[in-house]
């Protein structure tokens, strides 16, 4: 079992910075993939970035040049910097990881970020 642990969300003007934090515990092993994704009331869930096994990095469209996503390996730890937020940021964010044993994904729990003067 992996445990996924988000921190760092809230409240945050137009063009404010927040950065979230994700702690991976338990039997991680190896990764392939290990990022966050984010859903709005009444929309789908989507990928907001995600960093693979070998660094390689990947962003959605609506966030490449704003957001940067990078890892603490040391920590098990996956960071979101977000700057120059945007009303159509406020979502909930869940950290996602995928493992290679067995390909089994974990979530997180999801952290609010809201955008709104």
């Known amino acids: 079992q992996v445990q996924l642990v988000e921190s760092g969300g809230g409240l945050v003007q137009p063009g404010g910075s927040l950065r979230l934090s994700c702690l991976a515990s338990?039997?991680?092993?190896?990764?392939?993939?290990m990022g966050w994704y984010r859903q709005a009331p009444g929309k789908q869930r989507e990928l907001v970035a995600n960093?693979?096994?070998?660094?390689?990095?990947n962003y959605a469209d609506s966030v490449k040049g704003r957001f940067t996503i990078s890892k603490d390996n040391a920590k098990n730890t996956v960071y979101l910097q977000m700057d120059n937020l945007r009303p159509e940021d406020t979502a909930v964010y869940y950290c996602?990881?995928?493992?290679?044993?067995?390909?089994?994904?974990?979530w997180g729990q999801g952290a609010q970020v809201t955008v709104s003067s």
């Open positions: 338990g039997s991680i092993g190896s990764f392939v993939a």
């Open positions: 996602h990881i995928v493992v290679t044993f067995r390909l089994n994904h974990y």
């Open positions: 960093i693979m096994s070998g660094g390689s990095t």
